[in-house]
């Protein structure tokens, strides 16, 4: 087993609440498993390994999302083809990832694109 894992959102330390935990981990002064920042980690006794825990790695955000707008953002290509004619490229200075960023659906951002440029759907 690996000694990390990655997340998307790093939870608060089960100990102490620090708001950002290093590790989940068995905690060998409680006998169970938990979620430590690092001084907790250190000051407990915890390790990584199989069976004893892993540290959190948090993810970037765009590597996480990066297949996930590329899908949405070719389905606000293609409604904007569909609805009007046009094409993302043809709207100049639209920043499409505060949309998707926003969770914004696909046709929502096309008509949001469409009518920042001065056209009417």
């Known amino acids: 087993m690996p000694t990390t894992t ?3 959102s790093v939870p608060v330390c089960d100990v ?12 060998p002064c409680y006998s169970t498993w938990g979620n430590v920042c690092k001084p907790c980690f250190v000051r407990l006794g915890c ?11 948090l993810a ?3 590597a996480l999302d990066a297949k996930r707008y590329s899908t949405w953002f070719n389905e606000v290509c293609r409604s904007m083809q569909h609805f009007c ?5 043809d709207i ?6 505060d949309d998707f960023a926003a969770g914004k659906t696909p046709v929502a951002a ?12």
């Open 6 to 8: 990655t997340v998307t």
């Open 16 to 27: 102490c609440g620090y708001p950002q935990a290093y590790a989940d981990c068995q905690i």
């Open 47 to 57: 390790k990584l390994g199989t069976g004893l825990g892993q540290e959190f790695i």
């Open 60 to 62: 970037s955000a765009p």
């Open 85 to 89: 004619g046009m094409l993302p490229d």
């Open 92 to 97: 100049d200075d639209y920043n499409y990832g």
């Open 110 to 121: 096309m008509r949001s694109a469409v009518e920042a440029a001065g056209f009417v759907l």
